[in-house]
């Protein structure tokens, strides 16, 4: 018997379809665009504090109206940044390190404007939007397998993280634009030569991205006891270490990442806790240990402009 069972097994599934909704959008930004985008925290905040200023300032509580609205405040950041910052930097021919630097100014930015946001909503309503409580959705359904109630979140997670998997699927494999954005991936200059329109394919995935990370964060308004503006940054060094797992390029391997960062954090600790009385405030340092071995022993695709591209010698360009 798996130490902490089933709790374990059950915070590990949810954990794993959290990192998975945050985690794939990084990884996909990433490998089109080139950008170690260190704002996408970011856009899982705004989702959860449209979600948060939906139920607190309407008392909204439908998942689907403010997982639609997050979507399209995460997709119009993301697309803002792009237009705004990284395709004037890249006109420049900034350094990949240059552009990094300068997601960290708008990461910092927007955390600080999301305070702002959360005090004026104080202002005028006199509610606690800095520490805002669980939301629970009324198009939820509970459900009961047996005698043992599956909590409505993870519910929520486990079918928006189908969609969202089956979706991304359908578009990267049996759409024009899927292809045009595999092409931009792999081979930026060849893909304008074989014309394709590089920027709109940017514009649309930065939008995609934006809008699925701050999606996720609406499912954590559902699962966190407290929202603060700065939830999204507790969860960041777990997004960041699931997707270098993944090599920034593969989302197959990102959902692997995903999966393995999830049980080392909830089942991992559990064993250490159980037979080496390892509190269990030590979970974040498993993540830690994870991403420097990662960083150390393989690390990611081009990152910071200047780590091996051990893919592309491995396998001749192809992944």
């Known amino acids: ?11 590990s599934l949810q954990y794993f379809l959290f990192y998975l909704l945050f985690s794939v959008p990084l990884t996909l930004s990433y490998r089109t665009s080139k950008v170690l985008n260190f704002s996408h925290s970011n856009f899982i905040a705004y989702g959860m504090y449209t979600a948060i200023f939906l139920h607190g300032l309407a008392g909204n509580r439908s998942f689907l109206v403010a997982a639609m609205a997050a979507f399209l405040v995460g997709g119009s950041i993301a697309l803002l940044n792009h237009l705004a910052v990284f395709r004037p930097l890249e006109r420049r021919r900034a350094s990949p390190a240059f552009v990094m630097i300068a997601s960290m100014g708008l990461w910092i930015m927007y955390n600080y404007l999301l305070y702002m946001l959360a005090d004026v909503a104080h202002a005028f309503t006199m509610k606690n939007f800095i520490s805002y409580g669980r939301i629970d959705y009324a198009d939820i359904p509970d459900l009961r397998i047996l005698d043992f109630a599956v909590d409505h979140s993870l519910l929520a997670s486990l079918a ?10 359908l578009l990267l494999m049996k759409t024009s634009l899927g292809r045009a954005m595999r092409a931009v991936a792999d081979n930026p200059a060849l893909a304008e030569i074989s014309g394709i329109p590089r920027e709109k394919v940017l514009r649309f995935t930065w939008f995609l991205c934006g809008g699925a990370a701050a999606v996720g964060g609406v499912l954590w308004t559902s699962f966190s006891g407290t929202i603060t503006p700065a939830s999204a940054d507790a969860m960041i060094l777990q997004v960041f270490a699931v997707s270098f797992i993944g090599g920034l390029v593969s989302l197959s391997r990102t959902i692997l990442g995903a999966l393995a960062i999830s049980l080392a954090e909830n089942v991992g600790i559990a064993a250490l806790n159980t037979f080496f009385g390892i509190p269990t405030s030590f979970r974040p340092f498993i993540t830690f240990v994870t991403l420097l071995t990662v960083l150390i022993v393989s690390p990611p695709l081009g990152a910071a402009g200047g ?3 051990r893919f592309r010698r491995k396998v001749g360009g192809g992944r």
């Open 307 to 309: 780590l091996p591209y």
């Open 1 to 11: 018997m798996l130490p902490g069972y089933p709790y374990s097994i059950l915070n």
């Open 160 to 169: 928006s993280a189908t969609a969202f998997g089956t979706a991304l699927y």
